[in-house]
């Protein structure tokens, strides 16, 4: 028996990263696994090794949403799941970020969150559960991440609101917040696996930085994110609503100075 026996969730952003953990793991604890993903080709293979789902879907399209919950829905006959995961990252002081870099931001990360909820919930059935990647950086500051930052603090607002709004028909929503994670979006090396030596000198790099600022002395992997989010999507979290889930190996706790 898995976890997921008999639900059906769709993940965003699943074709490589957190996302594609999410739906591995899914698929092992029984869901019926929708990956949704503006990466077509590489999300199509994930879905055929998987037996899953594969649907196109840019989260800030409202169309798109429309289309990929319609297939869903016609694939399954249902919706049970949503794991909000899809977002994008850009480093930019505040003063020196262009209104245009700010607002794709937005409309990815904030927006595309904002449709996802807006769009499965009407289509879930009663029980399900719904999952808003949100960061650490959704929970305190950083700098040359402003508009990052601003579209995840905004995503607990939409977590809590909809937790509320949908506690009636028994839907859960929370939100997780990572902190650096060994994903293309932490680590660009991953971004061209071609390039072996590069790839391993830069996770190098990045294992050195984070042996320092994170107590946990490492960058967290996809796979532990992954987990929570089968936490929250299973019954293990059947009483947990509107709450936010920091997964960073300490670093909101604190600094050491020594």
Same mark, same amino acid.
């Given at each position: 028996m898995?976890?997921?026996?008999?639900?059906?969730?769709?993940?965003?952003?699943?074709? =490589?990263?957190q996302?594609?953990?999410?739906?591995r793991? $899914? =698929?092992?604890?029984?869901a019926?696994?929708?990956v949704a993903d503006?990466l077509?080709?590489?999300?199509?293979d994930?879905?055929k090794?998987?037996? %899953?789902l594969?649907?196109?879907?840019?989260? +800030?399209?409202?169309g798109?949403w429309e289309?990929?919950? #319609?297939g869903?829905?016609? %694939?399954?006959?249902?919706i #049970?799941?949503?794991v909000?995961n899809?977002? &994008?990252? =850009?480093? /930019?002081t505040?003063i020196d970020?262009?209104?245009?870099? $700010?607002?794709?931001?937005?409309?990815?990360?904030q927006?595309?969150?904002f449709?996802?909820?807006?769009?499965?919930?009407?289509r879930?059935?009663?029980?399900?559960?719904i999952?808003?990647?949100?960061?650490?950086t959704?929970?305190?500051?950083m700098?040359?991440?402003?508009?990052?930052?601003?579209?995840?603090?905004?995503i607990?607002?939409?977590?809590?609101?909809?937790a509320?709004?949908? %506690?009636a028909?028994?839907? =859960?929503?929370n *939100?997780?917040?990572?902190g *650096? &994670?060994?994903t293309?979006?932490? /680590?660009?090396?991953?971004?061209?696996p071609?390039?072996?030596? #590069?790839?391993?000198? %830069?996770?190098r790099a990045?294992d050195r930085?984070?042996?320092?600022?994170?107590p946990l002395?490492?960058?967290g992997?996809?796979e532990?994110?992954?987990?929570?989010?089968?936490?929250l999507?299973?019954? #293990?979290? +059947?009483y947990?609503?509107?709450?936010p889930?920091?997964?960073?190996?300490?670093?909101?706790?604190?600094? /050491?100075?020594v």
């Amino acid at each position: 028996m898995g976890k997921l026996d008999g639900r059906v969730v769709l993940v965003t952003g699943a074709a =490589r990263g957190q996302g594609e953990q999410e739906a591995r793991l $899914f =698929r092992e604890e029984g869901a019926e696994v929708a990956v949704a993903d503006v990466l077509d080709d590489r999300g199509r293979d994930l879905a055929k090794e998987l037996g %899953a789902l594969y649907v196109h879907l840019d989260v +800030s399209r409202e169309g798109d949403w429309e289309s990929a919950v #319609d297939g869903v829905t016609e %694939a399954y006959g249902r919706i #049970d799941g949503l794991v909000n995961n899809a977002g &994008i990252l =850009r480093f /930019n002081t505040l003063i020196d970020t262009p209104l245009d870099e $700010f607002m794709r931001i937005v409309e990815v990360n904030q927006v595309g969150c904002f449709l996802g909820i807006k769009s499965v919930a009407a289509r879930m059935a009663d029980g399900g559960t719904i999952v808003n990647t949100a960061s650490y950086t959704g929970v305190t500051g950083m700098a040359a991440v402003g508009a990052y930052a601003a579209s995840k603090h905004a995503i607990l607002g939409l977590t809590r609101v909809a937790a509320l709004e949908l %506690a009636a028909r028994n839907i =859960r929503v929370n *939100a997780m917040c990572p902190g *650096a &994670i060994d994903t293309a979006m932490s /680590n660009p090396a991953h971004l061209d696996p071609t390039g072996a030596s #590069d790839t391993e000198e %830069a996770s190098r790099a990045l294992d050195r930085f984070y042996r320092k600022l994170v107590p946990l002395g490492r960058i967290g992997r996809p796979e532990e994110v992954a987990r929570l989010a089968l936490f929250l999507t299973g019954d #293990d979290s +059947s009483y947990i609503t509107g709450q936010p889930f920091v997964i960073d190996g300490g670093w909101l706790a604190g600094v /050491n100075v020594v």
